[in-house]
């Protein structure tokens, strides 16, 4: 028995796969084929492509390797792991640290920084 456990699964329909062409020099091969694949992830937005070899699977294998090597994929991947585990996501991390208790507010008064009792500032919220 393994200590390891499956969060969460990707598979090729979280993605939109697409055959492109090449571009640049190739001649009348690379002008023709669609051997070309891009990889465009739907809920992250990040895209990889690949064009290199004449081989659709290689292409293929290489542009999934580029879309989850970007940065878009890595940020939301971090997300969907803390979420499937349990944790907090961000949005209610900021929300919880955005309190008016937590930020400490000062104005400038004749050339002096004057902190705001944050007490105040709480009645602001509509």
């Not at 492509?49 to 292409?59: F, K, V």
């Not at 209610?92 to 937590?102: E, F, H, Q, Y």
């Amino acid at each position: 028995m393994s200590d390891r456990e499956l969060l969460m699964r990707i598979t090729a329909k979280d993605f939109e796969i697409t055959a492109i062409r090449g571009s640049g020099p190739g001649g009348q091969h690379r002008n023709k084929v669609s051997s070309g694949q891009r990889f465009k992830h739907k809920a992250s937005g990040a895209v990889g492509e690949a064009t290199d070899d004449r081989s659709q699977l290689a292409n293929k294998q290489q542009a999934f390797r580029r879309c989850v090597a970007t940065k878009e994929f890595q940020a939301w991947f971090r997300i969907a792991v803390a979420e499937a585990q349990g944790r907090p996501s961000t949005e209610s991390l900021v929300t919880a640290a955005m309190k008016p208790g937590n930020i400490d507010t000062q104005i400038l008064v004749d050339d002096r920084w004057v902190t705001i009792d944050p007490s105040l500032l709480e009645g602001d919220e509509s």
